[in-house]
């Protein structure tokens, strides 16, 4: 099963997979095209719009016929000529549309601005938005709606697309557009709190109008508007007079106006002095923490009285989701003001005392959150390891609803049954007491492990009140910010919405289903098809989260494959891989391969409590070996007691850090890795920017903004505070060196020729490969790496009839390299390889030594002022990882025909998937940054 879709809704990809991923998660909750009077009906239900007068509508085909693109280079169509006239036609619609009264909305062209998304990762902008007059602009992504504009109907989604059996079908340009769109919208919903989401998409002279919620895409069919403004004027009125425009009306996305600054900043100053928040930083330049704070309308039961009380937020949330769809889950750390009236000051409750706020939208046919915490609780107020619940509400009681709720269960009714049902989502939300800071932010591994036991004891008080999690993740456990609070537990447990309830009907299929964070469910779950959830499972899910925090956040390495690797590179090779199987299969190889090599630098009790979690979890998977051997009480030890009594065993140790044993932060972790010669730059960089990706859906309760991968920083305080050696930061090279020598070499060389064909290829395979070495350390200026001939033979040409029966009789499956004939000896890396064996654990001394070798090698190998002949060489280049230092394959192709020598100065380089396609003419420099070869590879 390839679960590659679900990590857009948690992780942060390259701006390029993620409009491609935007349009994918679309296009499978596409709903149309659909008239524009359906439209209107689904968009704005229950709204009647007024007619529109025939003087009017002429004035309005008048000024969009004045829409039109202009001549780009080349003659191709420039859209940019047409954002005016667009702005100016709907502006007078606002002015005129509604007598003796003006529709109070702005048009802003921002086609050219680039500013970032709320995490500052993604700067995609639409052409134009729309917002209210009265509103402050910083972003476009607190516009009412956007304006997509295109200028050909060519570029238009829909232009001659198609439903297949396995979907819809767009031209090229179609997809294009599609995802750039979708992205926007990604982007508006992550900016501020929404329900819906409207836009406007203008491809030359027909428009189509979209709508997103929770569930689903809602498009309209195309329609002309010079000759049909009517849909555009409805739209205009439908986003002016319905449902806020779509934004939540129960939270104000702004506490400017709130004469309280001082007070809030107090507020959050005093939460960050309990870790609870990280130290402010603005969302976007020149705002403040008011700016960034949002009123959220919390409702209570006072017995049969509803009381809604006002708490706000101290700054931005600290988790968004990615996705659009599904349950959309924004959490905020807020305090409760009991007073507040415009100009007047907002007095807050007890200083520092603060609840987490979680907005979500829960499917209809699923329990709440709330009545699951009840459930946990029983009779009692609270239980140990499980967070304190507060309350938790839908936002809105009316089963007719149409902005709380999704339009999934109106498009379910439409739909034929045979079609595939859209999820009915409610806006939900549920307020805790209970404020925890994230696992990734520990100022101890001790408080660490704490935390991790006590959320375990939560667990177990879960699963004796017949209720399963069934989501044990990075997020779900939190260390306590007041352990007096939470009864003595350092840590504990939340987010039960996808638990399991045991006692109803329905448990056997729920058990089946698989649910959670694919990064820590239990390999079982992949590897045995319709298996029921077991507790075991949860339990194999904490370990997973342990191991997870560990390898990115504390000095530890693991060695593969007889090579030394930092927790930082090792992470994507058990977090990393999207499909479920292959993840299944790395995390076995590592409990039997990898696991007793992981080392934590300087803290024996932390190493020796992973190793024995990981043996216990090895005992639900034997290997064939084990399996034999083992006597029936080795297998199946992971349980309750075995797991709590190896955390409290290690923690009872005396030899646990007493300082410097804080949580490192992604950045300091890269910038140490920066430092450290024994990893491969190339390697490194790669598995870095991979771990920036993954990292993000991790970071529950601090910004996510905070985690930017920064691979060559110039060091940070941390590392000056651990002493660590600071290198200078060089972006690595390949460069491919071979040359063609001069006739007098090749005439001088005393080796003999082979005989025959057998003869001449028995030596090819003996004498040479081309290999490319990678150096184990970084300089001060870019590190490079050689890729060269070792000893080549240097014997007569042959005639071209020969090199063709040789050529054909070299069998392409052999991995190891051909000489390519007339070539000479070249000074290569031999000697540094030699110096890396013999001084592989001594990385100071490797460090100096083979920066003296690499400033005796030759820069560059003048080439022979002569060549006779000309040679295409393919380099088969993999993207090298520290796993399999594989070789560079070189075979010759098509070396048959003696060719004039080219007098070009530099070869020609193509690329040909995983292939680079050299021409050797007398001399072949290719130069490729590391970076690019890790991306084109990738």
């Known amino acids: 099963m390839d679960i590659s879709g679900w990590r857009f809704r948690h992780v942060s990809p390259p701006q390029a997979d993620h409009r491609r991923i935007a349009g994918d998660e679309a296009t499978d909750r596409l709903f149309g095209p659909v008239p524009t009077e359906d439209f209107m009906k689904y968009s704005f239900p229950g709204h009647d719009f007024p007619s529109i007068s025939n003087m009017n509508m002429q004035i309005y085909k008048e000024s969009l016929n004045q829409v039109h693109p202009g001549a780009g280079i080349g003659w191709v169509p420039d859209e940019k000529t047409m954002y005016r006239p667009i ?36 700067s995609a ?71 819906f989401l409207l836009a406007i998409g203008i491809f030359g002279d027909i428009a189509r109008l979209f709508r997103w919620d929770r569930s689903s895409v809602l498009v309209s069919e195309a329609f002309d508007y010079c000759t049909d403004p009517t849909p555009l004027v409805q ?40 870790s609870v928040v990280p130290a402010y930083d603005p969302v976007y330049e020149g705002r403040t923490l008011a700016d960034d704070s949002t009123l959220i309308y919390v409702k209570q039961t006072d017995g049969n009285d509803i009381i809604w009380h006002r708490y706000l937020t101290l700054g931005s949330p600290i988790f968004v989701a990615r996705s659009i769809f599904g349950r959309a889950t924004r959490v905020w750390i807020a305090t ?8 007047t000051p907002v007095t807050f409750d007890i200083p520092g005392s603060c609840v987490v706020i979680k907005d979500t939208w829960r499917p209809n046919d699923r329990p709440t959150e709330g009545s699951i915490y009840r459930k946990i609780y029983g009779d009692q107020t609270e239980v140990f390891g499980v967070a304190r619940y507060l309350c938790d509400y839908d936002v809105v009681d009316d089963l007719k609803d149409r902005v709380h709720r999704t339009l999934g269960g109106l498009i379910n009714h439409i739909r034929a049954q045979k079609e595939r049902a859209f999820e009915e989502l409610v806006h939900h939300r549920c307020v805790l007491l209970s404020v925890g800071i994230p696992l990734s932010r520990f100022t101890s591994t001790r408080q660490l492990m704490k935390a991790i036991r006590d959320a375990i004891k939560g667990h177990r008080n879960m699963n004796a009140k017949d209720v399963l999690h069934r989501d044990i993740s990075v997020n779900n456990i939190m260390i306590s910010a007041d352990v007096k609070a939470e009864h003595g537990a350092h840590g504990f447990l939340i987010d039960p919405e996808l638990a399991a309830i045991m006692d109803i009907k329905t448990i056997r299929s729920e058990l089946k289903a698989i649910t959670g964070t694919y990064q820590f469910t239990a390999m079982a779950r992949f590897l045995i098809e319709n298996a029921d959830h077991q507790v075991w499972h949860d339990l194999e899910s904490f370990f997973w989260v342990t191991l997870y925090i560990v390898l990115l956040h504390t000095d530890c390495y693991v060695i593969r494959f007889q090579i030394r690797m930092s927790g930082l590179q090792y992470f994507p090779k058990i977090f990393g891989i999207t499909k479920m199987q292959e993840a299944a299969d790395m995390r076995i190889n590592f409990l039997e391969r990898d696991m007793p090599t992981l080392e934590i630098v300087g803290n024996a009790p932390l190493t020796s409590c992973i190793r024995r979690l990981a043996a216990l979890v090895a005992t639900h998977y034997p290997n064939s070996n084990t399996a034999a051997t083992a006597a029936p009480e080795d297998f199946h030890r992971l349980t309750y007691d075995t797991v709590l009594a190896t955390i409290e065993e290690s923690l009872e140790s005396e030899d646990w850090p007493s300082f410097g044993d804080e949580a490192l932060s992604l950045t300091d972790a890269l910038d140490d890795e920066e430092d450290k010669p024994t990893h491969v730059t190339g390697s490194k960089l790669q598995e870095a920017m991979r771990v920036a990706e993954i990292l993000k859906q991790y970071s529950a309760h601090t910004r996510i903004a905070s985690y930017q991968c920064k691979p060559f920083s110039t060091g940070t305080a941390a590392q000056e505070k651990r ?56 300089t001060t200026s870019p590190s490079t790496v050689w890729a060269s001939y070792d000893t080549l033979p240097a014997a007569p040409a042959p005639p071209s009839n020969s090199l063709k029966r040789k050529s054909s009789s070299i069998p392409q499956r052999k991995r190891h390299c051909r000489t390519l004939p007339h070539t000479t000896p070249l000074r290569t890396t031999k000697a540094i390889n030699d110096a890396a064996e013999k001084t592989t654990h001594d990385d100071s001394d490797l460090l100096k030594r083979t920066k ?11 080439p022979p002022r002569a060549a006779k002949t000309t040679h295409t060489v393919v ?13 560079v394959n070189a075979l010759p192709t098509n070396p048959g025909k003696n060719t004039a020598a080219t007098t070009a100065p530099t070869p020609a380089v193509k690329a040909e998937s995983n292939q680079v396609v050299v021409d050797l003419a007398p001399r072949v420099v290719v130069r490729r940054s590391a970076r690019k070869a890790a991306k084109s590879l990738a």
């Not at 100016?88 to 009264?101: E, F, S, W």
């Not at 739209?235 to 309280?260: E, K, Q």
């Not at 003999?752 to 490969?769: F, G, I, M, V």
Request: glycine share 4%; aromatic share 8%.
């Open 235 to 274: 739209f205009i009125l439908g986003l002016d007079l319905y449902a806020n425009s779509g934004i939540d009306d129960t939270t104000s996305i702004s506490a400017h106006a709130i004469a309280a600054t001082m007070e809030l900043d107090a507020q959050y100053n005093a939460a960050h002095a309990r």
């Open 87 to 122: 702005r100016d036609a709907l502006a007078g619609m606002c002015r005129t549309v509604i007598p003796q009264k003006v529709v109070p909305l702005d048009f802003h062209i921002c086609a050219s601005e680039r500013t970032g998304d709320i995490e500052g990762d993604y």
């Open 852 to 862: 003296e070798i690499i400033r005796d090698l030759p820069r560059r190998v003048q």
């Open 336 to 343: 409760r003001a009991t007073h507040i009236i415009d100009d």
């Open 723 to 778: 002493g660590a050696p600071h290198a200078a930061k060089a972006e690595p090279v390949e460069e491919v060196i071979a040359e063609t020598p001069s006739p007098d070499s090749r005439s001088s060389s005393k080796r003999k020729s082979p005989s025959s064909s057998a003869d001449r290829q028995h030596e090819y395979d003996e004498d040479t490969e081309l290999q490319v070495k990678r150096p184990h350390f970084q």
């Open 125 to 195: 902008t639409p052409d134009l938005v729309m917002r209210r007059k009265v509103d402050r602009y910083d972003h476009w992504g607190h516009s009412l709606a956007f304006i997509e504009v295109k200028a050909s109907a060519y570029d238009d989604p829909f232009h001659l697309y198609r439903r297949t059996t396995t979907g819809i079908k767009f031209t090229e340009a179609g997809v294009k557009t599609w995802n750039q769109i979708q992205e926007y919208a990604v982007l508006a919903f992550r900016s501020i709190p929404r329900c």
């Open 875 to 887: 380099v088969s280049v993999e993207p090298w990882t520290l796993r399999n230092r594989r070789r």
